[in-house]
């Protein structure tokens, strides 16, 4: 397949009826019930929290530096928080949705804050081939990791319109990637592709779905990973696995979800049913651990997700925030929530204080 190039002014041109147009004509419904019943799961959001949707302490992170990143094997994936994941692939460096603010909000005083510190400072990445990005809210479009990378990045890689925020914020035009859905670029040896996903858009009260969202499919020469971004669960991951599967690798969220926006994130039950359905071999379950941006236990995606995935027989890794994770990884990680609250009094520990052993839950 050709590459396709857009310059970061084509989004307009571009739209299909797959994508944005389609969306702001049949707008998938966030929350549920009238606007009375969406108030209450407003107030309750705000005001109601139970008290275990944050750690007591702080999350155990393994501090990363670039040495180590350089040395490390292709085929390596580091979790940062959230969404954030570097994966090192045929000798790159890419990253997922960065997010290395302390909030996730416009505001840098108030809104959701980080449980952990990033496990490395932008400063200290290596050079970065390109950014991937999903959609633009305040939680997977950060202002200033964006523009802290700008300088040390190739490529921005989004879907319709985004493309067109970061040329606004600076950012370069000749960087910026605009895909609509189901249209590719290669990067050297690397293909790209933006995928369909259910989710929404917006940065402000008065500005929703006037951007698109996107998965996105990556395909090295010897590796096929998917990154979900934010979405529901939808029909869209079975024609994703069956026009790009089998992943070696599949990058699910799995947090944040709630039975009051049944349509935008998926219950860890759902992300193990969009595993399948892209004919994964191995999950990372994303979106979680960072932010406290539901009503669920901070716990609880974790515990979920690794309890599905033993009944399944798919390998869950979970590593800890900095810890390096190998592709071919099939013993699914260690069980480092478990063990949070015996580091109340340091954020920094290294990954043999928290288990025997890889995949020990010891």
Known sequence: MASTLLNSTSSAQTRSSLSLDSDQKNPVMVTKGGRLEQARIMWDFFFNKPTDTRPSGKIPVQTLTKQQLLAAPNNTVYRLGHSTVLLKLHNAFWITDPMFSDRASPLQFAGPERFHTPPINIDELPRIKAVIISHDHYDHLD??????????????????????????????????????????????????????????????????????????????????????????????????????????????????????WPNVHMR?????????????????????????????????????????????????ITPLMGEPASMYDTTGGRRWWKFQERYKETEQVHVKRLSSGPGGDS
């Open 143 to 260: 202002h200033d990791s964006i523009m802290r990378l700008a300088g040390k990045t190739d490529y921005f890689l989004t879907p319709l319109g985004v493309g067109d925020i970061l040329v606004d914020w600076g950012l370069p035009a000749a960087k910026v990637r605009q895909l609509d859905w189901w249209q590719g670029i290669d990067i050297g040896d690397v293909r790209f592709v933006a995928t369909p996903a259910q989710h929404f858009s917006g940065r402000g009260l008065f500005n929703k779905n006037q951007t698109q969202w996107a998965s996105w499919v990556i395909l090295a020469p010897d590796q096929r990973v998917f990154f979900s971004g934010d979405s529901g669960y939808f029909d869209g991951f079975r024609q994703i696995g069956e026009k790009y599967g089998p992943f070696d690798l599949t990058l699910l969220e799995t947090g944040a979800y709630n039975d009051n």
């Open 268 to 316: 860890p039950e759902e992300s193990i049913q969009a595993h399948l359905d892209l004919k994964g071999k191995r999950l990372l379950p994303i979106h979680n651990g960072t932010f406290d941006l539901s009503m669920h236990s901070w716990r609880e995606p974790f515990d979920r997700i690794v309890a599905l995935g033993n009944v399944q027989g798919i390998p869950v």
